[in-house]
């Protein structure tokens, strides 16, 4: 079982619409990694959580530290925001420095 | 704001070949973070170095081996390549202690290496 689990793994939405993306957990972690890869590969770093919640522009992501559980919601979105969004965790026991990645979702936002 | 750079972006290599990809940290960044991420999976980390020292390992295969410089910069050197170590290798940075995973890591835009 994977230790970070992402839902959806695909999802297509129309301009405008409001969106919400899921990670779900299973190890005890010091931090939460939101990330943005387009196409052609560079990676983003959205946000980082440990606590609470965060807010850029149209971007809000919440962390439940008890419910071992984050979100990442996209208001009003845009066909720019089409991206693999990532979500990366790092260990707190036996895990090493680097993060722990989720397998992505894939957004595509339609005109 | 600068970012992380790498360098080269795209590298085209023969089997059993060797490459060297390198990585320039965030100014006043001290800890380097080496990724590698296979077509279609998510980044794996290989290994991490906090002020010129290792700070963790990863996945990394022995034939690969990596260092921190005193200007903070990290080359990654891979040897005896293989047709499977075709992927994109991200590096990121962050500033911090030692465990910095708690520290927000900024990710380069990556070499992508093509082992032919």
């Known amino acids: ?111 | 704001a600068a970012g992380v750079i790498q360098s080269p972006r795209h590298l085209i290599k023969e089997k059993r070949e060797t490459a060297t990809l390198k990585c320039y940290p965030i100014p006043r960044h001290d800890t380097v973070y080496w990724y590698q991420q296979g077509p279609g999976q998510d980044p794996q980390f290989l290994i991490s170095f906090y002020e010129k020292m290792q700070s963790d390992k990863g996945s990394i295969p022995d034939r690969f081996s990596a260092q921190q410089f005193s200007d903070y910069h990290s080359e990654l050197n891979m040897s005896s390549l293989e047709l499977g170590d075709s992927a994109l290798y991200f590096c990121a940075s962050s500033e911090g202690t030692s465990g910095g995973f708690y520290n927000e890591q900024f990710f380069g835009p990556g070499t992508r290496l093509t082992v032919l």
């Open chain 1, 1 to 111: 079982k994977n230790e970070v689990e992402q839902s959806p793994q695909n999802l297509t939405a129309q301009e405008g619409e409001f969106i919400t993306i899921n990670c779900s957990y299973s190890v005890g972690i010091s931090a939460l990694h939101w990330l943005q890869q387009h196409p052609g590969g560079g990676i983003v770093s959205l946000f980082m959580l440990s606590s609470g919640k965060k807010k850029h522009g149209r971007l809000i992501a919440t962390i439940n530290i008890q419910e071992k559980h984050s979100s990442l919601h996209i208001t009003a979105s845009h066909p720019r925001d089409s991206a693999v969004y990532i979500c990366a965790v790092g260990l707190l026991e036996g895990g090493a420095d680097g993060l722990t990645f989720g397998k992505g979702t894939h957004l595509i936002i339609q005109p």
